[in-house]
């Protein structure tokens, strides 16, 4: 088993029952892991890292899970975000704002920063997601609900089918 994260403690201290997913870490991909685990692609939610793109100086980063069959649109998150425009950052950004790799960045290794989390709406309908643990190569596969409540992540309808 994996050494204990700090997103397991955090879920620990929330009393939220989680399972330790583990799988190669070269995956960076919600696709690839939902093969390597064999669960369905859709119920694995990878972290995006979202800018306002407004000329907002310092702008705060917001977090955005998404299905892992599912791709942000970014017209329709920055209306439902209350901003003019936004815009993804860049692997480089994402990294250095968070402090963790890509395909290993974590809502619940975050919660220090304050950032808001958003959830995409297809996620209400399912009782267990996987999210990344803040490390590649281990997901949580924790309640909706539960997760919902504790990171006080808004869901909101921000997506479409990936092609």
């Known amino acids: 088993m994996a050494k204990k994260l700090n997103s397991m403690r955090f879920l620990e201290q929330h009393s939220v029952v989680y ?3 583990e799988f190669d870490a070269a995956i960076h991909s919600a696709a690839g892991v939902a093969e390597a685990v064999g669960v369905p692609e859709d119920s694995v939610y990878k972290t995006l890292v979202v800018l306002p793109d407004d ?18 649109d970014l017209k329709a998150f920055a209306r439902e975000t209350g901003f ?6 860049t692997h480089q950004e994402a990294e250095s704002l968070t402090g963790l790799k890509v395909g290993g960045i974590s809502p619940l290794a975050l919660t220090s920063k304050n950032w808001p989390v958003y959830i995409d709406a297809p996620a209400l ?3 267990h997601i996987l999210i990344s643990a803040g490390q590649r190569g281990l997901n949580l596969r924790v309640p909706v609900a ?3 409540r504790i990171l006080d992540m808004q869901a ?8």
């Open 19 to 21: 399972e330790l997913v």
């Open 55 to 72: 000329n907002t100086p310092r702008p705060k980063p917001m977090l955005v899970l998404l299905g892992g069959n599912r791709e942000l």
């Open 84 to 89: 003019k425009r936004v815009r993804m950052a």
């Open 125 to 127: 309908q399912y009782g």
């Open 146 to 148: 539960e997760l919902i």
């Open 156 to 163: 909101v309808a921000c997506s479409r089918q990936a092609a």
